[in-house]
């Protein structure tokens, strides 16, 4: 079905369209839950620590079950990847599922309803198509579990649909990742540039991982921006990025708009772009005030702040949002320590690419305050996300209370 994912997500405009890598990522997790399910699923023995005038005869332990119904809401972004990594934990723990594949990407939410419903006419998992009514109308049922990958402000509202039921829910949001560049040799600031541009480039910058701005070392600041906009230019025609849909390419070149005299390598004109595109671009030293600092970019566009140094870098960092990545290039361990102790963010990228903070199952992934919670997209992570973990004591004499069949306690200094 590669083909046919990759087809269909080309006639989204979802970037990139290609199905290949994510399958392969898909089949490893698989392969991951096969390999380790029957050990989670089991009950774990728990040592006793009441006191022993308190203890009776008997065992305790921590059983997963199963919550119920989940219901995964999917982004747009990578609309089939993110409806089937989750899937996988929501049957791993043994619930049911709804797949709500994104509304903007209607030719893939069409193919996804279809494999669904062939692959499970069991009907343990369904597709429902549709937008925000369906999903209200999914929620009011109530289901057990709410996953929602996408934007803050959706996910609010997914927040505020899920009270009244008080259904559990997991948000993996976003958020403006930083990306602090510390005094490096050349060769190490080459290797950032073209992994930021790299990944900026690959996802049109919509990608929840993707470096949203650069905080970069005065010692380096000039030098780093030329292999910056060198690298931009070297992409010729693939500087100009497919955004999903025009209504969201409008949305990222508003953030360009009065700050066009920042732009590196100047900005095209509108002529020479299609209305969906938007230029790979570099936004150099913007206030901190404006939109491109106070919205997550979601898109091509790059602000690079001067620093003086690291501890500035990470003061500028906490004051901020928690991010769902902050990364850290640097070739001091110590400055390392200090975004580890110094910054909140719901994971830490120290001289890594988001492909590397994707490669490891047994960690899970997941935001912290304005980048969401809960761990539901891989791994034993995501299983004990869509899990209840029931505490058992099984007792092989009845064990009553103090206040009920129990027997009184001793007398202190009997």
Known sequence: NIEAISAAQAKDHVTPSDFTGASMMFKGAVAFYKANLANWAAGKPQEETA???????????????????????????????????????????????????????PATARLIAKLVSQYFADRAVVVAEGGREVVERIIAT????????????????????AAPSLTPVSLELGGKNPCFVDASSEDHLRMYAAEIIGTKSYFGGQFCQAHDYCLVHDKVFDAFLAILEEKVAALGDRRKCRMINCRHAERVRSLVRGQETLARPTVPLAGDLGPDEVPLTLLVSPDVEALCMQEEIFGPLLPVIRVNGAQEAAEFVSRRPKPLVAYCYSE???????????????????????????????????????????????????????????????????????????????????
């Open 332 to 414: 001091d361990e110590s400055t390392w320590m200090l975004f580890r102790d110094a910054t909140s963010s719901g994971n830490l990228a120290v001289n890594a690419g988001p492909q590397r903070m994707q490669s490891n199952l047994n960690v899970g992934f997941g935001g912290v305050g304005d980048s969401g919670f809960g761990y539901s997209i891989w791994g034993r992570a995501a299983f004990d996300d869509f899990s209840h973990h029931k505490a058992i004591f099984c007792g092989k004499k009845f064990a009553g209370s103090a206040w009920g069949a129990a027997p009184p306690p001793p007398k202190s200094g009997a």
């Open 51 to 105: 006191p022993p005038f308190m203890r009776t005869d008997g065992s305790w332990e921590v059983l997963p079950e199963p919550k119920g119904v989940g219901l995964v809401i999917a982004p747009w972004n990578a609309p089939v990847l993110l409806c089937v990594l989750p899937l996988v934990g929501m049957l791993a723990a043994g619930n049911l599922c709804v797949l709500k594949p994104s509304e903007a990407a």
């Open 142 to 161: 109530p289901v057990d579990h709410i996953l929602f990958t996408g934007g803050g402000e959706i996910g609010r509202k997914i927040l505020a649909l």
